[in-house]
């Protein structure tokens, strides 16, 4: 069992299946959710009773306001995919949406956790400026990405990021997911071995 010293959030909570894993690997749920969404906290408290659900903008919420002076040792933040998706289509995309993961800069300087992850579809690696005509400009893909890590990096955090396949790891779907791995605590990043085939489902 790992040991945590300092608060666990969940940020962007959705119904509570990020918690749950976050439960099982550390042995218990996130002190803090928040999300703006009633319904998706309704999920949420019903899966993690013990959590404080914090239904706000994640923008309007203050960090200091939230953890009161304790450390924090791991945020959870998935920010809404679905304007980095492909399965977007041809329509146009949201600026703010797109960069709702800049909310991380935000508490990796205020309160400076000793651990985030995120996880989002693996086009969130090609984020990059909108065009006059509200599409990703393909010239400067990724630009906003890079600009991100860089941002984590000058808050003094070591990054890696990786696309893992759920099926290699014993989930019912193919799906694959861009996870990124951020600490500041200098202790290596690990990333797991498949559990499930050989590894070639990953490509």
Known sequence: MIVTRGLIIDSFAGG??????????LGRSPDFAINHDDDALL?????????VHLKENVWKVDPHSVTKGKPVF?????PDCRHHSKAKGGKPVSR????????ILLWAQEVKPQIILLENVEEFRDWGPLGADGMPCKERKGMEFARWVRGLEARGYM????ELRASAYGAPTIRKRLFVVVRRDMKPIVWPKPTHGDGASLK
């Open 96 to 103: 703010s949406v797109r960069g709702l993961a800049d909310v």
């Open 16 to 25: 509570g299946g990020a918690s749950t894993g976050i439960e099982w690997a």
């Open 159 to 162: 990054v890696e990021f990786k």
């Open 43 to 51: 999920m949420h408290a019903a899966n993690h009773p013990g959590t």
């Open 74 to 78: 791991l945020l959870w933040a998935s």
